[in-house]
């Protein structure tokens, strides 16, 4: 069972300099998120952290697959994603400091850092707008079909007093 303090990196202990991590993202991780519309995926994620004196720059490299609902039949599909983000950790005892998307603050006494929500956030960021199968021929025929026949359709006959109010114009 995946959990939460899984996903802590301890950078107390490291050097400065570069380091890498590496995480396996699968289905459970998804279980720790309320209302996370993922339920299957195979997903890399490098973290490349650059501990300074002062901040950490940490770098985010997710790449892999999901599975997603087709937006046009609702069968699903899997659908590739790529994503590369960045954060900077400053420290700070100073608590009125509000966080941004691009700079998190901890406090200075902190020795992990959790990053759960950031790969929870940055895999979301990655999926597509549009999401539908790669090739139409693979989308459920019988909803294709039913969608056609719902669409709809000019009406044949013309109210003859449009046709009037068209004759306007000219």
């Not at 998120?33 to 890399?44: G, K, L, N, P, V």
């Not at 850092?113 to 199968?133: G, M, T, W």
Request: proline share 3%.
């Amino acid at each position: 069972m995946v959990e939460e303090k899984d996903f802590q990196i301890a950078f107390s202990g490291l050097k400065l300099g570069a380091h890498e991590f590496k995480f396996e993202i699968k289905e459970a991780f998804f279980k720790l998120f309320e209302y996370a519309e993922i339920e299957d995926s195979t997903i890399q994620v490098t973290i490349l952290l650059e501990k300074k004196s002062t901040m950490l720059e940490v770098e985010f490299q997710i790449s892999g697959t999901v599975k997603l609902c087709c937006d046009t039949c609702t069968d699903p599909y899997q659908q590739q994603i790529t994503g590369s983000f960045t954060q900077i950790v400053k420290f700070s005892d100073v608590m009125a400091i509000e966080d941004t998307d691009e700079i998190i603050h901890l406090p200075s006494n902190e020795h992990s850092l959790n990053v759960a929500q950031q790969l929870y956030e940055f895999i979301h960021l990655s999926l597509p707008s549009k999401r539908a199968h790669a090739d139409e021929a693979d989308c459920n025929q019988e909803i294709l079909d039913k969608l056609d026949e719902l669409a709809y359709q000019e009406p044949e006959v013309v109210d003859p007093r449009w046709t009037a109010l068209q004759n306007l114009k000219k």
